[in-house]
Nanobody, 130 residues
Framework: QVQLVESGGGSVQAGGSLRLSCVASGGAFSTNYMGWFRQAPGKEREGVASIHTSSDYTVYADSVKGRFAISRDNAENTLYLQMNTLKPEDTAAYYC???????????????????????WGQGTQVTVSS
């Protein structure tokens, strides 16, 4: 059982930056796909970015490409999301999630699909004002 705790959220003006962190415990962090997701009020949870176990494969939602960067430190059991050039539409609760490497993604599934992930944090709020 993996426990995930996010931090780093807050309120910023458009164009600003935030760095989210997610500390994992209770499981083998290095053998989990990790992802960041967000959910705005009245909207479905959507994938923002995902990273493979060895950091050699990352996937981003089109809406954040070039602005957000996902990374992980397996020695520290920590996942990061560097968010730059923030926009008001980035306002949401942000969640980190983990998926054990085995079994792999279901056939045809996207690594940004929330349905692929097993463990979830409680979320951290990001608010971007114009």
């Amino acid at each position: 059982q993996v426990q995930l705790v996010e931090s780093g959220g807050g309120s910023v003006q458009a164009g600003g930056s935030l760095r989210l962190s997610c500390v994992a415990s209770g499981g083998a962090f290095s053998t989990n796909y990790m992802g960041w997701f967000r959910q705005a009020p009245g909207k479905e949870r959507e994938g923002v970015a995902s990273i493979h176990t060895s950091s050699d494969y990352t996937v981003y939602a089109d809406s954040v490409k070039g602005r957000f960067a996902i990374s992980r430190d397996n020695a520290e059991n920590t996942l990061y999301l560097q968010m730059n050039t923030l926009k008001p539409e980035d306002t949401a609760a942000y969640y980190c999630a983990a998926k054990p490497l085995f079994p792999g993604l279901r056939s045809g599934a996207s690594p940004l699909s929330p349905h692929e992930y097993t463990y979830w944090g409680q979320g951290t709020q990001v608010t971007v004002s114009s």
